[in-house]
């Protein structure tokens, strides 16, 4: 998961060196056609860039989403069963000491 991860950063990073590049040979307006064809949005390169850059990291955080999520779960789920083994071994001592009774006091043996 680390290398898939390692990998997403890498492309991202040489996307926004090229988009860079792009944005420095090309300055200028684009026209962005907006959803429906309810007509386009004029931007500068850079906004563009740097909009479509963004859509991007979002996309990559997304697609490592489900991957936290299920070490988020596993990481609980050990914490919740831990959890149960100390109270039941808490429990096992409490009942092994309790059924031994209660030891003379030292003291009392010599007379303090």
């Known amino acids: 998961m680390r290398l898939v991860s390692f990998l997403q950063v890498l492309f991202l990073l040489g996307l926004l060196a090229y988009l860079a590049l ?3 040979e090309n300055p200028g307006l684009v026209r962005l056609p907006l959803p429906l064809g ?3 949005l004029t931007v500068s390169v850079g906004a563009g ?4 850059a963004l859509l991007g990291a ?3 955080a997304l697609l490592c989403l489900p991957g936290v999520w299920r070490e988020r779960a596993r990481r609980g789920r050990e914490a919740r069963l ?8 808490t429990a096992t001592l409490q ?9 003379p006091d030292p003291r009392e043996e010599v007379g303090l």
Do not use: I, K, W, Y
């Open 22 to 24: 792009v944005t420095l």
């Open 82 to 89: 831990r959890r149960s083994a100390e109270d039941r071994l």
């Open 49 to 52: 860039v740097a909009v479509f």
């Open 38 to 40: 309810s007509g386009e």
């Open 58 to 60: 979002v996309f990559s």
């Open 95 to 103: 009942a092994r000491l309790g059924g031994m009774g209660a030891a």
